[in-house]
């Protein structure tokens, strides 16, 4: 090393004394910064569990349950309620285990002094009064899907791919025998698509149990290898492509009392979904909305919840690209014969009230935004309470609106992004958001009258010590010459606006996603950090096609996948070659799964503009995709023969010039291997060199501690290649 | 560009004409140099192809027929036989298809003027006096196996995996039918290991059909993906890893006279390998080569071809190792009561006369050299004609030898390496042979007196107007301080000794082959030229444990696959230090299969003085290679746990430093993908970060335009991270 005499060390920090300071503080490793790290949890700031009793607001520490608001929104200057220490003197280690943890303790029986705990061996009821265990519901191993049963104490679980119900006096009946990989009952259906997420449905009350069936006997096997074994062993997969056979699916209503399970009579499954399944209040009633293959119309169908007969359409809506109802109907608390749906039909996602004939009564909400989230209800002023991002497509605020659809009031600050918990009679908020310049803020919100408690105290700039970018937002014009699209722009650290950067472009660019909000650092990820240490631009822009912008804005990209999507990323470049300090012959671009459809489609398609690209997981031929979402963007591969072939990266494999890495899961159950390995053949026959890796025993995303190894792989090739 | 004024020009030239004529040479492409590029036959000199018609030699060019010797070695000035033109004016189209290329005509009925010519349809005797078409033997379409009868004109065949036998009146009749990919009838066995190559075997005057039957409905399906479908499909292969559950075979007997097939009476197949099949010349007798699965013994068992009866056992042979006969036992023409043998059991591969009662008579060839290959007898002198390395281990050279072992004589030059076909009574060679400093030459040599007729002139350096490197060979001593190791340096072209350059090792290293010879350029891969051309040193060298150097030398890696031959590898290192123009710190290894995993092996162990390596198609884990080859050279895991734990090279993973790319094909059944996938998932785990790339379609090594593909791409990783 070379040695400065005193003298020369003084001239360079007069010299550089910015520079020197930045040299002074820590860097940041990815085992800090990727969600897997062995740092993560040490680097970033925490906050406070917390929970609902009733409407009062505890905290939920690990140790203790402290009391922080009264049901009136009082304070209560942290009361401690119980520890796990007294918990742990109530329970009988043999029957319930130990308890470890109270964090993630809730309190179903507002009003009640009883605490639901996770035991070693169950779910406790602790009542803090008596200090007594007063409730117990062993775990179920192995169980594929469980869900418990409001009120009644029974449990509906799924094992081996069949229903079981146990009911509160523990009997465990097996419901299915007939249950196999092909035939699965109490699943999520129809690959998580149209908001699917679970299969099992208890009724209001808990005496019924509505659930799926699906048959995919039918379907395609496509052979997933678990090579985690010395001789590897077949996984595979039912996986419906693009315009063949899909699988069947079918409701049941299964009676605990009566022990007898009906099928609603939804006539032929073949070729139709069935989706956001909701149960009337009285129980009687269960509505779903049906869709046929092609994706063009819902129907909100009625049927009898003891017959299974079909008592009705309530509500047809139709849509020459696709329709796509994402959330089952909510009744009115405090009146059952009307119930809130959600539908895009006007270009937005708004909220609308009906009557249980079928009569519209009222459009709710209104206006060129969309309702995100409904978060319930304040019974006392009959308000729905839901987040919407009304101020601007970056934001997320909290709304109430009345049943009249005439007052819309917004509940926070209309600021950044908010995250809410709504208590039991809907009358407070616990309030969870940032802005670009604030990690996190906790407050409570009086959805009454909007009043503010302030209960973490904003955290503004964590990480003083580290070296951390500046990271800006704003919008550019999408290539449409008029819609505004959204971008975020993460400089280098130590920034030297006279220098020149090389420039990693990140997209996702897909539907039901979006990058850029208006959350801590513009919704940054904390990889683009890493990279902003190592001298990168970064730069994310959310083209059409992407999330939250209404109906025009996403499906213009129908038919046609990656095309539109592709001119507004190229007016991000034209945006980045702006910038002085980028250095356009240096742009590289990085996405997973869309994303990595939408790098693999731009370095092919612009090989001078992107030098060095990393795709994970990409999409490289749409008919090798599944059937529900593949066919609403796309149709049929018979339908749309063009688009499919125009859009088959596989035909632009020879336009490969720079370097491109394509990452992936080796056991993606969700864009299967045959994806990439296509993308390969297409490259050694056309001559071309893509870079590859897999992740054995890896799916779709990458968990655990292989996020830090690929990122580290992912900047490793742009180091590579782009510095 | 710079533009030179003339005087500048010329003074440049004057400077550095060397460099400059260098540089005005043509440089080589892949497309050139590979195997599979679509230059590499214009670019490779061309030689001639001939056939033997009983002991006249013809030159067989596409569109003609010459003859070039007569039956006495009489120069015949290319008499012209006959042209693809008489050929197809006597082929009916319809019958036989056309007739597009004479080259691989061949001449089994010596004496008369009959050839037998590839047609489309199937394989015509053509006869050149009477200008007709005197035989025909369609093609069978969709065989897995065929095989011609000798003198009958019968063919055995297999198609799914079941025995066919077509007689000469043309019935074709299947002999076996519970044959499926499980149970296989007439295929190769033993995954092609103990020098099986097929599974049909003629008895010498075609009246019998020994063949085998292989039962691998108890071995471990390996899933190997076809991924070339939209859907990919399942292609299990069965592989029995190394101490798992191995096939069972047996050998059959079928008699198309009496259509009865029965099975040789050799007792209970299980952990059993039978091998190298041979006839009696009266086709009375079966023998073949019997090993337990521990390979430490080899019986020569004789067997009732008429009963299957057991008729003895007539030599034995046991090795603490392992023994490994590689060839049947050839019968004397002149005498069926005698036979010759190959054994290395006085450590090199000799021939060994017996009679058929068992007793040897006398040991034929001896020496520290081994018999490479028998090319047949001469007749008339009563000499065995065969290939030997005992001028040096690094040629293989012409000999004959009597009956008593008495005179070993050598019959062509003692130079090169030499390849020869015999003519039909043995009394002619056609030698093809080739040393470093000359490309090729034809000879036509008496195996009665030596003499040497020179038929294609020696191409000495082809590629005239093309800069090619400096290619020498060496030895230098193996890390045991006494075995002199053979090597291979391609310095760079343009080489100017002052400068450092980078250099790789090439490296196979495993038994069975060898890559370092006194043919052209030293058995130089034409690769090698390419990476000179790119300015890089490149070295070879066979370590212990490789081919040709006898028992001792290959064995001394038993139980510890790879320790022995690193340390004679590193004994290359070494000497590539003392070159002043190889820089240390630029140090590359490259190799495949064996070589693969010396590769990996290497970079993992010497981690700094390896930097870049490149290992196609890796043995990582010797537990999941298979039984035969596996256990010979390792033992079984459990015998041998510790053997296999410390070669296992995910244990090694973690210490990668430098970069390490491993290639393999997608469908490789001979190491299967759980090698390089292991090797992935230890390296992910351990954070290390090798890099990867798989050939969707192929195999174990790579065919076609995709071996220009693949070494493209392995330049590039040099070029990358080594340059």
Known sequence: MMKLTKKWAILLCALFPMTMMAQDKKSFTLDDLMWGGSNYYNIMPRSIHTAWWGDCLLQTDVEEIYQLYDEKGKICNKKCLFTVKEVNAAVDENVHGKVRNLAYTTFPKGGKTIAKVYADKGWAEYDWTNKKIVGFVP??????????????????????????????????????????????????????????????????????????RMDQSMVTDFPLIDNSKRVAELAPEKYPMAGMTSHKVKVGVYNPQSGKTIYLDAGDPTDRYFTNIAWSPDESTIYMFELPRTQDKAELVAYDATSGEKKGVLYTETNAKYVEPMTPIVFLPWDASKFVMESRKDGYN???????????????????????????????????????????????????????????????????????????????????????????????????????????????????????????????????????????????????????????????????????????????????????????????????????????????????????????????????????????????????????????????????????????????????????????????????????????????????????????????????????????????????QPDYFVYPGQGHNMMGKDMVHLHERITRYFDDYLK
Not at 373 to 401: C, W
Not at 475 to 481: E, M, V, Y
Not at 509 to 516: F, I, K, L, T
Request: hydrophobic residues 35%; aromatic residues 12%; proline residues 5%.
């Open 350 to 688: 708004h909220f609308y009230l009906f009557d249980t004939t079928g009569k519209c009564l009222v459009q709710l909400t209104k206006g060129e935004f969309e309702v995100i989230e409904m978060l319930g209800f304040n019974e006392k002023n009959k308000t729905i309470i839901f987040k919407a991002n009304a101020e601007s497509p970056v934001r997320h605020n909290l709304y109430s609106v009345d049943m009249k659809g005439k007052k819309m009031t917004r509940l926070d600050n209309g600021e950044g992004v908010h995250n809410a918990k709504l208590s039991a009679s809907g009358t407070f908020l616990c309030d969870t958001w940032s802005k670009p310049d604030m990690y996190r803020q906790v407050d409570l919100i009086s959805t009454q009258n909007g009043k503010t408690q302030n209960i973490v105290a904003p955290t503004a700039t964590p990480w003083k010590e580290y070296n951390v970018p500046e990271i800006t937002g704003g919008t550019i014009t999408a290539a449409d010459g008029k819609t505004p699209l959204y971008y975020r722009l993460v400089n280098p650290v130590d920034f030297d606006p006279a220098k020149k950067y090389p420039t990693v472009v990140y997209v996702y660019g897909g539907p039901h996603a979006h990058n850029v909000q208006e959350s801590f650092n513009y919704g940054y990820r904390p990889w683009e950090i890493y990279m902003a240490q190592k001298g990168y631009v970064v730069f994310i822009v959310d083209n059409r096609g992407s999330q939250y912008r209404g109906f025009e804005f996403e499906s213009v990209t129908h038919r046609r996948l990656g095309e539109i999507e592709m001119q507004d990323q190229m007016k991000g470049v034209d945006f980045l070659k702006t910038l002085p300090y980028v250095d356009a012959d240096r742009i590289g671009v990085h996405g997973w799964s869309f994303g990595g459809f939408m790098t693999t489609n731009l370095i092919c398609s612009y090989p001078d503009v992107f030098k060095v690209g990393v795709a994970g997981g990409p999409v490289i031929d749409w008919k090798m995709y599944e059937v529900m979402y593949g066919e609403r963007y796309m149709d049929t591969p018979e339908e749309n023969p063009d688009g499919y072939a125009e859009n088959n990266l596989c035909n632009k494999a020879k336009n490969l010039k720079g370097r491109l890495q394509i990452i992936v899961g080796l056991n993606d159950p969700t864009c299967v291997l045959q994806h990439s390995l296509s993308f390969l053949r297409a490259a050694a026959d056309a001559g071309t």
């Open 139 to 212: 775990h179920i191993y192995g169980a594929q899907a469980q869900k418990a049963a409001p009120q009644t104490g029974a449990r509906a679980y799924v094992k081996d791919w069949n229903l079981h119900v146990v009911t509160a006096d523990g009997t465990d009946r097996q419901i299915t025998t007939d249950g196999t990989r092909e035939v699965q009952y109490g699943m999520s259906v129809h690959r998580d698509e149209f908001g699917i997420h679970e299969g099992l449905f208890w009724s209001p009350k808990g005496n019924l149990l509505a659930f799926y």
